[in-house]
């Protein structure tokens, strides 16, 4: 089993999972397209240092998509807004229980028990999460609109500024 204590969320992370290296000691299993490997700090501490990476922190990005969503439970976040970089928690972000799936690379997902979903990722690997398909699925949706309104956001201020810029140069 491969350890990592400087782990990374990148365009290639699928989902960071919690595991437990013994029974008081949780660390987290980074899923990534061509590699997994193991660390030990908790999934929502993999998470910080990943929004930290990117000039915020957690708390920070969690609050922002609060704000703009109106959500106040699961929030999904995006932890790189430059490469629109967006993940969801299965559970609260405080839960040892919760996974953090990326957004970006879910093809589909599908029911396997009452509360067991398998999420099918873009690259043919596959996670089993213990949450209902019905959950699952509206944390996509809440992502998909958190997404949305972020963007269109995001390009209205592009749009003021290449505005102003343009007045500026006449």
């Not at 398998?118 to 944390?139: D, E, K, M, P």
């Amino acid at each position: 089993m491969k350890f990592n204590d400087t782990p990374q969320i990148t365009g290639k992370t699928l989902a960071v999972l919690p595991y437990y290296m013994n029974d008081d000691t949780l660390g987290s299993r980074v899923m990534e397209k061509d590699r997994e490997y193991h660390t030990h700090l908790s999934p929502k501490n993999v998470v910080d240092l990943g929004c930290k990476a990117h000039g915020s922190d957690l708390r920070g990005r969690l609050s922002g998509a609060q704000y703009v969503t109106g959500f106040s439970r699961k929030t999904p976040i995006a932890i790189d807004t430059y490469n629109k970089l967006y993940f969801f928690p299965t559970s609260s972000p405080n839960s040892n229980e919760c996974v953090w799936i990326c957004y970006n690379h879910i093809l589909y997902i599908e029911k396997v028990k009452t509360k067991l979903t398998r999420v099918h990722f873009s690259n043919g690997q596959s996670l089993l999460v213990n949450i209902s398909y019905l959950s699952l699925n509206n944390q996509i949706q809440k992502t998909a609109q958190f997404r949305n309104l972020l963007e269109q956001r995001i390009n209205k201020l592009q749009k003021e500024i290449e505005h102003d810029l343009l007045e500026l140069q006449s």
